[in-house]
């Protein structure tokens, strides 16, 4: 089993839409979660951390259940400028000022006018 | 330009030859990660660097890459006796000192072994 499990899509939808993306992971006692987003051969950029309580930045909502070990991200009013790989990551190290980050395959969005 | 930056952008090399890639990381961070990308996968970790010592290394580097950070500021990537399945982007990342900061990645260096 993969440490980090995220649909690889690509999910297409078009401008406006609600999309959601799921990601799992299988180690309980990893630290910090994060959305990192990938434009197609560019390097990963920090979208937004995941905190357990839930945060939102502007149309985009994360969310985190330890319980289940899952992590969402929701984008409201999709953009063209959305269409990217959205890549679930987790810090599995227990270690502070050492993040040893765990990337999923990443979830790729296509948002079509 | 003050973000991560690594050099060359690509190498194409035949197999059996050694290569070498560079990070300059941004300059205030003292902590930096290289990564390896293959198609269709996210980033997988390779090392950590905290100043110039080297913290952390993955299964993945095998005996065949050595990673240094002589002074605590760039660092350089070697692989020696290139394999196809080296064949990826080489991903060089920075942070500054605290547990949750953002990794800042630097363009990569696309690697391909004939």
């Known amino acids: 089993r993969k440490e980090v499990e995220q649909d690889p899509g690509p999910f297409n939808v078009p401008e406006g839409a609600t999309v959601a993306f799921n990601c799992t992971y299988s180690?309980?006692?990893?630290?910090?979660f994060f959305w990192y987003r990938q434009d197609c051969r560019k390097e990963p950029k920090l979208l937004m951390s995941?905190?357990?309580s839930g945060n939102e930045d502007g149309r985009f909502t994360a969310q985190l259940n330890r319980a289940s070990q899952y992590i969402s991200l929701l984008i409201r009013d999709s953009k063209l400028s959305d269409s990217a790989t959205y890549l679930c990551?987790?810090?599995?190290?227990?270690?502070?000022?050492?993040?040893?980050?765990?990337f999923g395959t990443g979830t790729r969005l296509l948002v079509s006018p | 330009d003050t973000g991560v930056s690594q050099d060359p952008r690509h190498k194409i090399t035949k197999r059996g030859q050694n290569v070498t890639f560079r990070c300059d990381p941004i300059?205030?961070?003292?902590?930096l990660y290289w990564y390896r990308q293959t198609l269709g996968q996210g980033p997988e970790f390779l090392t950590y660097?905290?100043?110039?010592?080297?913290?952390?290394k993955s299964r993945l580097l095998s005996d065949r890459f050595s990673a240094e950070r002589p002074k605590g500021s760039f660092s350089t990537l070697e692989i020696q006796r290139t394999e196809q399945g080296d064949s990826a982007m080489y991903l060089c990342?920075?942070?500054?000192?605290?547990?949750?900061?953002?990794?800042?990645f630097g363009p990569g260096t696309r690697l391909t072994v004939l």
């Open positions: 990342a920075s942070t500054p000192g605290l547990a949750d900061n953002e990794q800042f």
């Open positions: 180690n309980s006692a990893s630290q910090s």
């Open positions: 995941v905190y357990s």
């Open positions: 990551v987790v810090n599995i190290s227990p270690n502070t000022g050492f993040q040893k980050l765990v």
């Open positions: 300059s205030e961070h003292n902590r």
């Open positions: 660097f905290q100043n110039e010592a080297q913290l952390e």
